[in-house]
């Protein structure tokens, strides 16, 4: 990219103190170093405070500048101010202060969230944007992340970075005396467990070595001379043997050589010579055979294109085809050639003469039907036609191009003939890469669209020797060293690239990345490009196949990949998101925009954030039919009710509106997230790792058995006291334990009698839960209990949610607020397993009044035999399929194919419970993703299945339509 005039020359030293400390935008508010406030420490600086790396490249009086967003965020978090980011070059003890007002940011932010007292008018902090305010990105990645969530773990560390005066000495806690200690010293010091001198390794073992190879030495030596006497004979002798059988060897390759045919024998022969050289008979002999083999078996397994001057095929088309053909009837015809070469062989060999076979008019006739009749009149003379009207014989018109096509192949060079009208074989498959477009990657747009600069013109970004070259996926091709090009525009300063927009940094804002939800082709990596069609076959493939990113990048190296290109699990999932990203825009109507410099993880947490709709499914919006939506029905057609009142069938007359329902259920189905009580924050590690980055460092170096206070002894993550705790849970999550549960669940009939099968007492569904019984222990992270989904009886997904810890009355409530914030939007029936206790709940907590003008309450058909008979309320108030004609809409009438009537109820109530059954086909996959994928992925399939359905919806309703209009043209036949 080109530097914009002004701008200086950066030296190695400011160029090592920007990649330490990122800039951010530049704003209006000034954020000045201060004082200490109160609260949090701000460690003096006396002979332990030691610079960090970067601390060399100092630049004074430098100062950065918050956005006005950064600003208001800090504020609302309380960040004192001499704890903001600044730019300036900190030392360790600095920078581990930083670190600890992080924390407490975190946690604050997560209280509010919970409360809902985050300011009302300000962005939900995402990604990366709360580690922003202290510190860069580069160090922030590169040394906060790989230090500070590991030093809590030593005690002695934590006091001297916190500046404590009872801190050890800074040369006995490195355990090695420097001038100054960096961020490197400190990750060293983390990975060797405490200390900066590396433990000596292999001491013993060198020493044993070196023993054992003197010991080898020695007894070589002391062999007796007569041994070496016939170990001398004994070479003399098989020398002689290998002398005989080389001969012999020899005479067999010549008389073999003599018979096989030219080329073939002399260098076979020539082969044979060389192997005799430096290898045995047998050897030599073997080489010679397999080298018969290839001879046979290595011919390529492709044609090249046929090479022919561009002025014989030019006269070729004019003397032999119409007037008027057209350029794509003569590609068409062309490549109809070289992909059917075997059909030519089978021509030739059958006749190699110019008349034509029916193996020639096949492929004429498939052509012919190919253009149809107006573009194929062109692949003929006017003579030609007014032939074929007058002609008798039928398909003259096919005999007649047949002919030409078998001229055509001569001239191409598809003939299976040589000079000596010898039969050569079959013709070979012809390759297409020669005719390979060259392809390059650039903008969309050729104009600039921001508003105010007028539509003019882009100039290209970049220069030519500075042009990237990229790989390129289309469709399953892959084109290597393609170009990838850039726009600029003058006036505004936004760069346009084929998948996205950047627009300049402001005053007040960051430089930002706008995605086009239009873009041919997306951007997977740093130098990987695919198009439009394989990143909708990735989204395709998941959904269908249930398949994980590795496994449908498996599926693409097996069948398309090849040595130029290797898929990696990382890439697909990349693939994945931006297709999925510009898919939800495009349907919502909004662009997504993000910050330009963000990773993958940082364009999930945001696209779920400004996507995501609060896990509000944005195709569902809307959404009526003929299974989720039936007529309203004053009276039962199943049975007269007595307590009709008959002053009621004046309503009758009045318009209804037609009713509605809606399915609730939750499916276990749950993420990992941090084991401490309360806490649903995500995992400092997810491989291994059990506690949030704010827990993980409140525990430090306790054992993580529950109120334990003793210290942990490393590597386990538990004291002595607890070791026996610590093994068993490595046992009970080993490979072999596991395998062993796998068997229990897939086998759960088996009832051996040394392990007689107990039964396991079930709660009931009617009665209370009981309380969670609390961990033992902290080794494990703990897991999301459940995905509570809403659906419409056709199978629509509406919306979803997580539920943290179970799938209480009170939860399920919450759920039914957010979806249906007001009365016109609440649907007649509502349908839940638990149905009674909501409603119990509701009551209780004085709810029902309000939902009862609007929506009832009823039990799924499945669970509903499993209530108690005796729950008088259940019976009365929650029956999906009261008899009585109580509920006129819930049970209908409906005629059967032998024109008899039969009940039937009006909605599927178990919507959910099909969902259910395809969303656990992705169980494997969901429970080893990090929130912030989870969330996205779950709203992704889940909003792609709902299109689906109402897709399916539609065709099936454009069916009935169609049948009903053909009933009626039938009967106005009849009539």
């Excluded at 951010?24 to 405070?49: E, Y």
């Excluded at 994980?548 to 990349?574: E, K, M």
């Excluded at 939750?666 to 827990?695: E, Q």
């Amino acid at each position: 990219m080109k530097r914009s005039p002004g701008t200086k020359k950066i030296t190695s030293q400011s160029f090592r103190f920007f990649c330490n400390f990122a800039l951010p935008s530049v704003s209006s508010t000034t954020v000045v170093v201060s004082a200490a406030s109160a609260g949090l420490p701000i460690p003096a600086t006396t002979s332990q405070s030691v610079p960090v790396a970067s601390a060399s490249a100092q630049l004074p009086g430098v100062r950065f500048h918050f956005t006005q967003e950064q600003t208001a965020m800090a504020d609302a978090l309380e960040i004192p101010v001499a704890l903001r980011r600044t730019g300036n070059a900190l030392k360790l003890q600095e920078h581990y202060t930083r670190y600890l007002a992080l924390l407490e940011a975190e946690k604050k932010f997560k209280k509010m969230q919970k409360d809902g007292t985050w300011p009302g008018g300000l962005r939900l902090p995402v990604g990366r944007d709360i580690p922003n305010l202290f510190i860069g990105k580069s160090t922030w990645h590169d040394f906060w992340t790989k230090t500070f969530p590991h030093v809590a773990e030593y005690p002695e560390m934590v006091k001297w970075l916190s500046d404590e005066e009872e801190c050890m000495e800074t040369e006995e806690l490195f355990g090695v005396k420097l001038k100054a200690y960096h961020f490197a010293e400190l990750l060293a010091w983390v990975q060797n467990g405490g200390s900066l001198v590396k433990p000596k390794k292999g001491a013993a073992k060198d020493a044993s070595a070196a023993t054992s190879s003197t010991s080898k030495k020695a007894s070589t030596s002391k062999k007796p001379a007569g041994s070496a006497k016939k170990v001398a004979t004994s070479k003399s002798g098989s020398s002689k043997r290998k002398y005989s059988l080389n001969l012999f060897g020899l005479l067999g390759a010549l008389v073999l050589s003599y018979y096989l045919d030219g080329l073939a024998g002399n260098l076979s022969f020539l082969a044979y010579m060389i192997a005799l050289t430096g290898l045995s008979s047998q050897l030599a002999l073997l080489l010679w055979m397999t080298f018969l083999i290839p001879h046979v078996l290595a011919s390529p397994q492709s044609a090249p294109f046929p090479d022919i001057s561009f002025q014989d095929f030019s006269d070729f088309i004019i003397n032999n085809f119409g007037e008027k053909i057209s350029l794509p009837t003569v590609f068409m015809m062309l490549l109809s050639m070289t992909n059917n070469t075997e059909l030519l062989s089978l021509n030739f060999k059958q006749n190699p003469g110019p008349k034509a076979t029916s193996w020639i008019k096949c492929l004429a006739r498939a052509i012919i039907e190919q253009l149809g009749d107006n573009d194929a009149e062109t692949l003929f003379s006017e003579h030609e036609l007014s032939m074929f009207k007058n002609a008798t014989a039928r398909e003259s018109n096919v005999s007649s191009l047949a002919v030409k096509l078998g001229g055509f192949s001569h001239l191409l060079g598809l003939y299976p003939y040589n000079n000596k009208q010898k039969f050569t074989g079959t013709l070979k498959h012809i390759s297409h890469s020669s005719i390979q477009p060259a392809l390059l990657i650039c903008p969309n747009s050729s104009v600039c669209l921001t508003a105010g600069c007028g539509r003019c013109f882009l100039k290209q970004n970049t220069q030519t020797r500075h042009i990237p070259r990229v790989t390129l996926i289309k469709g399953t091709e892959v084109f290597k060293n393609v170009q990838l090009l850039s726009g600029y525009c003058n006036n505004c300063e936004t760069i346009y690239y084929a998948d996205h927009e950047r627009t300049a940094s402001t005053v007040n804002t960051e430089a930002m990345q706008l995605y086009l939800n239009s873009a041919l082709y997306i951007k997977i990596c740093q130098k990987l490009w695919v198009d439009r069609k394989f990143s909708s076959s990735v989204m395709n493939g998941i959904y269908h196949l249930h398949a994980s990113t590795s496994g449908w990048g498996n599926y693409f190296n097996d069948t398309y990949g090849n040595d130029c290109i290797t898929l990696s699990r990382r890439q697909v999932w990349a693939a994945f998101m931006q297709e999925s990203i510009r898919q939800a825009s495009e349907i919502s109507g909004v662009d997504f925009v993000t910050r330009d410099v963000s990773s993958i993880e940082e364009v999930t947490e945001e696209a779920f954030a400004a996507l995501g709709n609060g896990g509000l499914i944005q195709p569902a919006k809307g959404h009526a039919c003929a299974e989720c939506s039936q007529p309203y029905r004053a009276t039962s057609d199943v049975v007269l009710n007595p307590n009709n009142d008959p002053s009621t069938s004046a309503q009758n007359t009045v318009q209804m509106r037609n009713v509605t329902m809606r399915v609730i259920d939750g499916m276990v189905n749950g993420t990992k997230h941090c084991a401490a009580d309360g806490c649903i924050g995500d995992l400092l590690n997810y491989r291994g790792g059990a506690l949030c980055r704010v827990h993980e460092h409140e525990f430090g170096d306790r054992c993580r058995v529950r109120d334990c206070t003793e210290t942990l002894v490393r590597p386990t993550k538990a004291c002595a006291a607890h070791q026996s705790v610590w093994n068993k849970y490595l046992l009970d999550h080993s490979a072999a334990s596991l395998a062993g549960s796998k068997r229990m669940l897939n086998r759960q009939q088996e009832n051996p009698e040394w392990n007689p099968r107990s039964e396991r007492e079930v709660q009931p569904h009617d009665q209370p839960a009981p309380e969670p019984k609390k961990l033992k222990h902290f080794f494990g992270p703990a897991t999301f209990y459940c995905v509570e989904t809403i659906c419409c009886p056709c199978g629509v997904v509406e919306a979803w949610a997580k539920f943290a810890k179970s799938e209480s009355e009170s939860n399920i409530l919450a759920f039914m607020k957010k979806v249906y914030p007001t009365k016109e939007s609440r649907p007649d029936y509502i349908c839940i397993d638990k149905a009674c206790k909501v409603l119990k709940h509701m009551a209780a907590q004085g709810h029902w009044d309000e939902w009862s003008e609007t929506t009832r309450l009823i039990v799924d058909t499945f669970h509903y035999e499993k209530h108690w008979k005796e729950d008088v309320l259940c019976r009365k108030w929650c029956n999906p399929a009261p008899t009585d004609g109580s509920a006129p809409n819930l049970v209908i009438k409906a005629i059967a194919s032998d024109g008899s009537t039969y009940d039937k109820r009006a909605f599927n109530t178990q919507a959910c419970e099909q969902l259910n059954a395809w969303l656990g086909g992705f169980e494997s996959v969901l429970k080893r993703m990090t929130p912030q994928n989870y969330n996205w992925f779950i709203h992704t399939m889940l909003s792609y299945h709902t299109r689906k359905v109402i897709a399916r919806q539609a065709k099936k309703a454009a069916k009935v339509m169609q049948e009903e209009e053909g009933d009626d043209t039938e009967d106005d036949e009849a009539e």
